[in-house]
């Protein structure tokens, strides 16, 4: 199995609502990551997990708020968001977080903020 | 931090003709270079990689070059075809985490 899946592919939430983005991957790998993209822009990282433990996060607002259960899943816990926080929400996981280990995408969750 | 510049934004080339796409990173201790082909609606998918060890990789149509002293690398994609249309995103790993992309160039190759 050499993919990562992503729940919901679409989400709508109003900015007092608080939802999940769930990630999963069955490949053992033990990075992952969350990446945000606007449209029509490079992804942009947020959050790194390497063995189950937050690695980087890249000065990322705190109502994102990232989880790692177990080295199969990561979620993304949403809270009080801004419209302005409409994206598409990648994750992405590796073999580790060595340089030269390709990162493999799951499809995104597209959020809407009204 | 990293920066990655990538020229052009936009390329429009005719199908059988060569596309080349160029990116500049500005942290010399970064050691992974790969390039990432992303389809409207798609996610993401890598499609060739270069190591800092290494000057040049190639895999059918498609080569990369490394010039670790300049600081740049490019994507060479030959015989280009219809299905090759995409945005393709260049990125560069430092400190053995982090990945920044460069901002993409939207590539149409016209029948």
């Known amino acids: 199995d050499t993919e990562v899946t992503q729940t919901p592919k679409h989400l709508v939430m109003g900015m007092t609502n608080k939802k999940s983005l769930k990630c999963e991957q069955h490949?053992?790998?033990?990075?992952m990551y969350w990446y945000k993209q606007k449209a029509k822009k490079p992804p942009e990282l947020m959050f790194v997990?390497?063995?189950?433990?937050?690695?980087i996060n890249e000065s990322v607002p705190s109502r994102f708020s990232p989880e790692c259960p177990n080295s199969s899943l990561l979620n993304l816990h949403l809270h009080a968001l801004q419209p302005e926080d409409s994206a598409l929400y990648l994750c992405?996981?590796?073999?580790?977080?060595?340089?030269?280990?390709?990162?493999?995408f799951g499809p995104g969750t597209r959020l809407t903020v009204t | 931090g990293e920066n990655v510049e990538q020229h052009p934004s936009t390329l429009s080339v005719q199908e059988g003709d060569s596309a080349v796409i160029k990116c500049t990173y500005s942290?010399?201790?970064?050691?992974?270079f790969p390039w990432y082909k992303q389809e409207l609606g798609k996610r993401p998918q890598l499609i060739i990689d270069?190591?800092?060890?290494?000057g040049e990789k190639k895999d059918q149509r498609i080569a990369v070059t490394l010039n670790k002293t300049a600081k740049h690398f490019s994507l060479h994609i030959t015989e280009t075809q219809p299905e090759d249309s995409a945005v393709y995103f260049c990125?560069?790993?430092?400190?053995?985490?982090?990945?920044?992309f460069g901002p993409g160039t939207r590539l149409s190759v016209l029948p």
């Open positions: 992405a996981s590796s073999q580790e977080t060595l340089a030269g280990d390709e990162q493999y």
């Open positions: 490949m053992g790998h033990r990075a």
């Open positions: 997990y390497s063995y189950e433990k937050l690695s």
């Open positions: 942290d010399s201790a970064s050691n992974y």
């Open positions: 270069i190591r800092s060890n290494v």
């Open positions: 990125a560069a790993m430092y400190y053995g985490q982090n990945f920044v």
